[in-house]
């Protein structure tokens, strides 16, 4: 990019509650360069399962997928992109990971759930070229739901961005009931394996070692995950 670039990702929790901060840090970051914005939607995909009697099923954070869940999480992930495009104006582009040829590995125990490759998708490259702010859902060719942490951060790399964003309901890494300042890449592992890290913050965390350790400047919260 011949611009700094900087991924903001949100779920689907914050881009229902706060997407006037969203919009505040898309606005501080854009003075700087380019903004692509990866979302999630999760809290609407869970309710939404539930009312129509399927099952909600998650493992280390990633929701499993069968066919009638996949329509779900599109329906779920169009909604979310559409609010968040309303709200960060004009600018925005909303874009579905599937279409744009978001890139991911299947894993086969989760059914239709993909496990995303760095990219960088020529859609995306063409909008922040044209000074647009790209809108992410995260689904992959397949089509395959992937997790929006780990699609931010897949993006980020294949995109060379130089910043990371996880913004969050909570206020950071929570170690011991402490947040976290820093946070080594290399600790995340250990963390997960000691049940000190479980549920949703484990692909979060594992998405931001990953993008801490490709040279990233990477925040989730308060919390800034280190090499």
Do not use: Y
Request: with cysteine; glycine share 12%.
């Amino acid at each position: 990019m011949s611009r700094p670039l900087a991924v903001v990702k949100c779920g689907g929790t914050v881009a229902a509650q706060a997407l006037a901060d969203v919009v505040a840090l898309v606005d501080e970051l854009a003075r700087d360069g380019g903004v692509v914005v990866v979302h999630g939607a999760g809290p609407q995909i869970s309710r939404e399962m539930e009312r129509r009697g399927l099952t909600v099923q998650f493992v280390e954070g990633r929701r499993v997928t069968d066919a009638a869940a996949l329509e779900v999480v599109r329906e779920s992930l169009s909604a979310v992109n559409a609010a968040c495009c309303a709200a960060l104006g004009p600018r925005a582009v909303g874009l579905a990971g599937d279409e744009i040829g978001l890139a991911a590995v299947q894993v086969p125990r989760l059914g239709l759930v993909g496990e995303p490759s760095p990219c960088r998708p020529r859609t995306i490259v063409d909008a922040l070229a044209a000074g647009r702010v790209p809108v992410v859902a995260p689904l992959a060719a397949g089509p395959l739901n992937v997790n929006a942490d780990e699609a931010a951060a897949a993006l980020a790399i294949g995109l060379e961005a130089e910043r990371i964003v996880f913004v969050t309901d909570v206020p950071g890494v929570l170690v011991g009931g402490t947040v976290r300042e820093l946070l080594p890449a290399v600790e995340t592992e250990g963390l997960v394996a000691s049940g000190e890290l479980e549920g949703g913050i484990v692909p979060k965390v594992r998405a931001a070692a990953r993008a801490a350790l490709a040279g990233l400047d990477v925040r989730v919260g308060a919390t800034a995950v280190t090499p």
